[in-house]
């Protein structure tokens, strides 16, 4: 009789706890349905919201599922909170281990923080030819923790993020035309007004050199051996790098074909050779000579 009234007593305590818990459990599955129809239709407009502004795709998809997770995470501690547990001790347990995530994922974390800024404000897209971190190519690929780039070669170069958002980067597709200063030097004989001429006539008969504004040539350096002259103008993208490759060839063409020389560094070697009663004789009996390079001797009364 003892055991049958500790088990019905037993009994009755289990009831009250599940009539005492039962009302944070309903609630607790109210607020879970309720908390999910309502991040749906958040998630709905944020879509919306994303077709209607220019953001880059991976960045929308991002953001979508960043959002997404916190509500939801938001939605747990909730549920969690109606079931009688503490947040205090919960929030706690949370921030240790992201604390201790965060130590063990720094560098992962500046890559994702890079990311983040290079989706956001955009300094390059998807195709463009940009120069960054000692390396140059097209931009194929941009992703929260890298960016993957095709070298002129067709070789795969991945820049991590962190390092990409804080160092310098030239995109070089940016704008729609480039200028372009190509430098061509002349003997300082040469007929520089000629020189010019030429090379105006060159590039203004070149189909895709935009002429506003005009082509120029300058005078740009006076230098060791040859006048520098600058031949600058402006074309667009898909033109510029076939127009400079043919003013390069057919520059040096027409100014030779025109009598106009093009200079390069000479350099004068004497050789003179000491006749001397101490002279020694190599090993295939020939006098020892001796060379030196753009100097005399001013004692040479032997010779």
């Known amino acids: 009789m003892e055991k049958l009234g500790l088990t019905q007593?037993?009994?009755?305590?289990?009831?009250?706890?599940?009539?005492?818990?039962?009302?944070?459990?309903?609630?607790?599955?109210?607020?879970?349905?309720?908390?999910?129809?309502?991040?749906?239709?958040f998630s709905k407009g944020l879509r919306k919201f994303f077709k209607k502004k220019d953001y880059?795709?991976?960045l929308e998809r991002f953001l979508y599922d960043l959002i997404n997770i916190g509500l939801k995470i938001l939605l747990i501690i909730l549920v969690v909170t109606q079931l009688g547990v503490q947040t205090s001790s919960l929030v706690a347990i949370l921030g240790a281990a992201g604390l201790a995530v965060g130590l063990a994922l720094q560098g992962s974390l500046s890559n994702f923080a890079g990311g983040v800024m290079i989706l956001f404000f955009k300094p390059f897209k998807i195709g463009d030819f940009i120069e960054a971190q000692g390396v140059?190519?097209?931009?194929?690929?941009?992703?929260?923790?890298?960016?993957?780039?095709?070298t002129f070669g067709n070789q795969l170069a991945i820049i991590p993020n962190g390092k990409l958002s804080n160092e310098n980067i030239i995109n070089y597709s940016s704008e729609p035309t480039r200028r372009n200063n190509l430098e061509i030097g002349i003997s300082y004989t040469s007929n520089i007004k000629e020189a010019k001429n030429i090379l105006l006539d060159l590039i203004n008969s070149q189909?895709?050199?935009?002429?506003?504004?005009?082509?120029?040539?300058?005078?740009?350096n006076l230098g060791d051996s040859a006048v520098t002259l600058s031949l600058?103008?402006?074309?667009?993208?898909?033109?510029?790098?076939?127009?400079?490759?043919?003013?390069v060839e057919e520059a040096k063409k027409?100014?030779?074909?025109?009598?106009?020389?093009?200079?390069?560094?000479?350099?004068?070697?004497?050789?003179y050779n000491k006749d001397s009663q101490n002279a020694k004789k190599s090993s295939f009996g020939t006098d020892k000579t001796t060379i030196d390079i753009n100097t005399k001797e001013e004692n040479n009364g032997e010779q």
């Open 56 to 58: 880059d795709e991976t």
């Open 207 to 220: 189909e895709g050199v935009i002429q506003d504004p005009a082509p120029e040539v300058v005078v740009s």
């Open 232 to 247: 600058r103008y402006w074309a667009s993208l898909e033109d510029y790098w076939r127009i400079h490759f043919y003013a």
């Open 9 to 41: 007593e037993n009994w009755e305590q289990f009831i009250a706890w599940v009539w005492d818990f039962l009302p944070g459990v309903i609630s607790a599955i109210v607020i879970f349905f309720v908390g999910i129809w309502i991040i749906n239709l």
């Open 254 to 271: 027409r100014l030779e074909d025109k009598g106009i020389s093009l200079p390069f560094p000479q350099r004068e070697v004497h050789v």
């Open 136 to 150: 140059s190519g097209t931009v194929k690929e941009i992703s929260i923790f890298k960016t993957k780039l095709n």
